[in-house]
């Protein structure tokens, strides 16, 4: 068992103690030896594991994005933080119970390619990707998902680590700005976006039609040399 003595000077000290039975010639019990070994360093180290343990499950409490670690062919899952019932409205419990949730949450129009890059066989690259998620309560959430490969000693792929993120506020912000510049593609009117710096952002159609250059040919350009 182990235990904790004290040194003489009042330091503690975390130590096995083993203690066999010690026999007669008949098989009768008459005393024991006890043994002592000084585990402090082994202590330590688990102390420290533990520590870091509770680091990363409160980090991954609290962050919005999914963090999770399976095996090396991405066939068993082995850990997913709480995030992924943010995203997928189902909880971590439900998906070790049944891990094919995370497929039945993936949009029917992107499931196929999801699978494609899911397989890892072979695979010693890193890969990333984005899909659709539907929820149970219909609503469809975007997201981003990395993985990593993790190698041991001989080379051989032993886990797989990844980060999945929900993207959809990005995603709409950008389907906004295209439908506004939709919107300005369509006027009549010039219209000229430029930086502080006078650099060209954003070159209309009727900019192209009036001065004969391509949108893609004059953005990020100085507009003060064109002129």
């Known amino acids: 068992y182990d235990t904790v003595r004290v ?13 066999s039975p010690i026999f007669d010639r008949e098989g009768r019990i008459i005393g024991a030896s006890a043994t002592t070994l000084d585990v402090s360093a082994r202590k330590a180290a688990e102390r420290r594991a533990q ?37 997928w409205g189902r909880s971590p419990e439900e998906l070790y119970r049944d891990p094919n949730l995370f497929f039945e949450g993936v949009h029917s129009e992107d499931l196929d390619q999801v699978r494609q890059d899911l397989d890892v066989q072979g695979r010693r690259e890193p890969f990333q990707h984005e899909f659709r998620v539907r929820r149970q309560d219909g609503s469809v959430r975007n997201v981003t998902q990395r993985g990593y490969p993790v190698f041991d000693a001989s080379g051989g792929v032993t886990r797989w680590v990844g980060i999945l993120q929900d993207i959809s506020d990005r995603v709409s912000a950008a389907e ?38 391509k949108s893609e040919e004059v953005v990020s350009s100085d507009l003060l040399n064109l002129m």
Do not use: C, H
């Open 176 to 213: 906004r700005i295209r439908d506004q510049a939709a919107l300005l593609d369509v006027t009549t009117d010039i219209i000229i976006v430029i930086d502080n710096e006078n650099a060209v952002r954003f070159w209309n159609r009727s900019a192209e039609r009036t001065f004969g250059v």
């Open 51 to 87: 520590e870091s343990s509770q680091r990363f499950e409160t980090i991954a409490e609290v962050i919005d994005d999914v963090f999770w670690m399976a095996d090396g062919e991405l066939t068993a899952l082995d850990y997913v933080s709480p995030a992924f019932e943010r995203i």
């Open 7 to 19: 040194r003489k000077d009042g330091s503690a000290v975390d130590v096995a103690v083993s203690v």
